[in-house]
């Protein structure tokens, strides 16, 4: 018991010197990559260590090695889940509410009225608990995935309307004239000049919305599902107490979550190299 | 500013009107079922005034929700169970507390990160991380387990909101806390200024916009975490309890006068804030 904890406790110090004597040196990209990494596996071995240590029931809070055994050993549930929440709900939503909401952005952008009237009322609508119509969609659209894809386009719709509407007016005046002594009409000047400039808007949008849009496909299994996905599984098992369960969705969640930001960025730093912000 | 009073007014409008048509089109099923049933012809007239009259309707009717509000936020007694100031009290509570821990946090961190550089390589890019990670799913678990750890009522809702609101504080906090130039940092040497006072005198003022635009952003998700961690708890009390009943025994009405009344909080905190800000910013001359 006493060695556990003194494992964590051991591991704790190595990893922060380690890091310590790493954060010292020049940044380079093995650094970078190199420190946040061994504070993670520092983590897990402390959480490892003071599980064991201190005997705490898997009830409450299970090993990583635990979770690591039932992950393995459940694949197919979690595979099952994976493509009900993530692939039905998540990603069909994602991209029904980002397209409607750029279709949209761009229709707003036309009329100057619209898009003075439409932008803080949707900075509004952005700020409110959107989740709580979840409820109310899960009634509409029944319990399978549909309605799960509706929350979610709900709840990715507006900040990215904002985002498009900011990033359309982003070019300035000075360029819009030069295209239009250039003689380049409404559409050629969207393609060529606005829709560019406003590429870092909307990928700032996208990026917000892939959080949201799994954070909605997730909640709203919890207000009525089939008998699969990552937000029955979680709510199921934590009434089983089958809490390893529980963390391995958290870690499939989290591996989707991440893997979804990065590939937007990754896409991002391809579409707009132009921009200070991506410049090395 | 000035220039968009009509504007909004219009789209306003524009929303409350496509409610109201909406509602007619989603009701007019049970409206015709009904008919059918009692074998009356339904004039388009009849139609709409049943579609906004029904009691458990698909999509209640704007004022149905006024006259909801109305029902249980004046008339009844605020102690009472079916109050939904009593509810709004309840998730407020735990909003504010989870609010205040995760501000601390996130202040706390951001001094770290800033002056630590170990933990600001090492920990920096797992905050960041962090919030890809859906994490409201975590939210029932949470709960169960500080229940069964032996903590209930307020702390296990503040946790999440804790969590969800100390990370725009970190983002923003070490940017404003870095915000001060090289300039600046010098002219402190030149004072030849301590640590401390370089922290108190330049850095924090400095970080003052950032934190209220911070602030905004992570007391908006601090009440989002109250309402779902109020979800798993079997429906006892507040605005997220009043949204998983409503939707066990299909009380429309319920569902979006709890909806509504989350919005109007949500509104108001965020508007708090940001009559602070500004009578803050103007008075250190900032804004």
Same mark, same amino acid.
């Given at each position: 018991?006493?060695?556990?904890?003194?494992?964590?406790?051991?591991?704790?110090?190595?990893?922060?010197?380690?890091?310590?004597?790493?954060?010292?040196?020049?940044?380079?990209?093995?650094?970078?990559?190199?420190?946040?990494?061994?504070?993670?596996?520092?983590?897990?071995?402390?959480?490892?260590?003071?599980?064991?240590?201190?005997?705490?029931?898997?009830?409450?809070?299970?090993?990583?090695?635990?979770?690591?055994?039932?992950?393995?050993? @459940?694949?197919?549930?979690?595979?099952?889940?994976?493509?009900?929440?993530?692939?039905?709900?998540?990603?069909?939503?994602?991209?029904?509410?980002?397209?409607?909401?750029?279709?949209?952005?761009?229709?707003?952008?036309?009329?100057?009225?619209?898009?003075?009237?439409?932008?803080?009322?949707?900075?509004?609508?952005?700020?409110?608990?959107?989740?709580?119509?979840?409820?109310?969609?899960?009634?509409?659209?029944?319990?399978?995935?549909?309605?799960?894809?509706?929350?979610?386009?709900?709840?990715?719709?507006?900040?990215?309307?904002?985002?498009?509407?900011?990033?359309?007016?982003?070019?300035? @005046?000075?360029?819009?004239?030069?295209?239009?002594?250039?003689?380049?009409?409404?559409?050629?000047?969207?393609?060529?000049?606005?829709?560019?400039?406003?590429?870092?808007?909307?990928?700032?949008?996208?990026?917000?919305?892939?959080?949201?849009?799994?954070?909605?496909?997730?909640?709203?299994?919890?207000?009525?599902?089939?008998?699969?996905?990552?937000?029955?599984?979680?709510?199921? @098992?934590?009434?089983?107490?089958?809490?390893?369960?529980?963390?391995?969705?958290?870690?499939?969640?989290?591996?989707?979550?991440?893997?979804?930001?990065?590939?937007?960025?990754?896409?991002?730093?391809?579409?707009?190299?132009?921009?200070?912000?991506?410049?090395? | 500013?000035?220039?968009?009073?009509?504007?909004?007014?219009?789209?306003?409008?524009?929303?409350?009107?496509?409610?109201?048509?909406?509602?007619?089109?989603?009701?007019?099923?049970?409206?015709?079922?009904?008919?059918?049933?009692?074998?009356?012809?339904?004039?388009?007239?009849?139609?709409?005034?049943?579609?906004?009259?029904?009691?458990?309707?698909?999509?209640?009717?704007?004022?149905?929700?006024?006259?909801?509000?109305?029902?249980?936020?004046?008339?009844?007694?605020?102690?009472?169970?079916?109050?939904?100031?009593?509810?709004?009290?309840?998730?407020?509570?735990?909003?504010?507390?989870?609010?205040?821990?995760?501000?601390?946090?996130?202040?706390?961190?951001?001094?770290?990160?800033?002056?630590?550089?170990?933990?600001?390589?090492?920990?920096?890019?797992?905050?960041?991380?962090?919030?890809?990670?859906?994490?409201?799913?975590?939210?029932?678990?949470?709960?169960?387990?500080?229940?069964?750890?032996?903590?209930?009522?307020?702390?296990?809702?503040?946790?999440?909101?804790?969590?969800?609101?100390?990370?725009?504080?970190?983002?923003?906090?070490?940017?404003?806390?870095?915000?001060?130039?090289?300039?600046?940092?010098?002219?402190?040497?030149?004072?030849?200024?301590?640590?401390?006072?370089?922290?108190?005198?330049?850095?924090?003022?400095?970080?003052?916009?950032?934190?209220?635009?911070?602030?905004?952003?992570?007391?908006?998700?601090?009440?989002?975490?109250?309402?779902?961690?109020?979800?798993?708890?079997?429906?006892?009390?507040?605005?997220?309890?009043?949204?998983?009943?409503?939707?066990?025994?299909?009380?429309?009405?319920?569902?979006?006068?709890?909806?509504?009344?989350?919005?109007?909080?949500?509104?108001?905190?965020?508007?708090?804030?940001?009559?602070?800000?500004?009578?803050?910013?103007?008075?250190?001359?900032?804004?």
């Amino acid at each position: 018991m006493t060695g556990w904890l003194l494992f964590a406790l051991l591991v704790w110090v190595g990893g922060w010197w380690l890091n310590t004597r790493l954060a010292a040196r020049r940044v380079t990209r093995f650094t970078s990559l190199i420190i946040p990494v061994i504070f993670g596996l520092t983590l897990i071995a402390v959480w490892e260590g003071v599980v064991r240590g201190f005997e705490i029931s898997p009830v409450l809070l299970p090993a990583p090695s635990d979770i690591a055994t039932r992950f393995a050993s @459940s694949t197919s549930i979690l595979w099952e889940d994976f493509v009900q929440t993530v692939i039905k709900g998540a990603l069909t939503g994602y991209v029904m509410g980002c397209g409607s909401a750029f279709l949209i952005a761009i229709l707003v952008d036309r009329y100057d009225f619209l898009r003075r009237g439409l932008l803080p009322v949707g900075n509004f609508v952005a700020a409110l608990p959107v989740i709580g119509l979840a409820p109310i969609l899960v009634m509409w659209f029944g319990f399978d995935w549909q309605s799960k894809a509706a929350v979610v386009v709900v709840m990715v719709f507006f900040p990215m309307l904002v985002n498009t509407v900011q990033g359309l007016s982003a070019s300035s @005046s000075m360029q819009r004239d030069l295209m239009r002594t250039w003689a380049a009409g409404y559409w050629t000047t969207l393609l060529r000049l606005r829709l560019p400039a406003a590429m870092p808007f909307i990928f700032n949008g996208l990026k917000i919305a892939s959080t949201l849009a799994l954070i909605g496909a997730i909640v709203a299994e919890f207000f009525g599902s089939p008998i699969r996905g990552m937000g029955f599984r979680i709510s199921t @098992s934590v009434g089983q107490l089958a809490l390893d369960l529980v963390w391995a969705e958290i870690v499939v969640a989290a591996i989707t979550g991440s893997a979804f930001y990065g590939a937007i960025a990754i896409i991002e730093r391809a579409v707009t190299f132009w921009h200070p912000s991506q410049r090395r | 500013m000035k220039g968009s009073v009509l504007p909004v007014l219009t789209v306003v409008c524009g929303i409350f009107v496509i409610w109201y048509a909406a509602a007619v089109w989603l009701n007019a099923t049970w409206a015709y079922d009904k008919a059918a049933r009692s074998g009356v012809e339904l004039s388009t007239q009849m139609l709409i005034a049943d579609a906004w009259s029904q009691e458990k309707p698909k999509l209640p009717a704007p004022h149905q929700v006024a006259v909801e509000i109305w029902k249980t936020t004046v008339e009844k007694k605020i102690t009472s169970k079916r109050s939904l100031i009593y509810h709004s009290w309840i998730t407020l509570s735990a909003t504010l507390l989870g609010f205040a821990l995760g501000t601390a946090l996130g202040i706390a961190l951001a001094v770290g990160i800033i002056y630590n550089r170990t933990m600001d390589r090492s920990v920096m890019p797992w905050i960041i991380a962090s919030q890809t990670i859906p994490i409201l799913a975590i939210a029932p678990m949470i709960i169960v387990v500080l229940n069964a750890a032996g903590i209930s009522g307020l702390l296990p809702k503040a946790t999440i909101s804790m969590y969800l609101s100390f990370f725009p504080v970190v983002v923003g906090m070490v940017k404003g806390l870095r915000s001060p130039d090289q300039m600046q940092l010098d002219q402190m040497r030149t004072w030849s200024a301590s640590g401390a006072q370089t922290f108190w005198r330049l850095r924090l003022p400095a970080s003052m916009p950032y934190l209220f635009t911070s602030l905004k952003i992570g007391m908006a998700a601090s009440l989002v975490g109250a309402i779902v961690g109020e979800l798993p708890t079997g429906a006892v009390a507040g605005l997220g309890a009043r949204l998983l009943a409503g939707s066990y025994y299909g009380q429309t009405i319920q569902i979006w006068s709890a909806l509504l009344m989350a919005a109007a909080l949500a509104a108001a905190l965020v508007g708090l804030i940001g009559l602070i800000q500004r009578i803050t910013l103007s008075r250190m001359g900032m804004a």
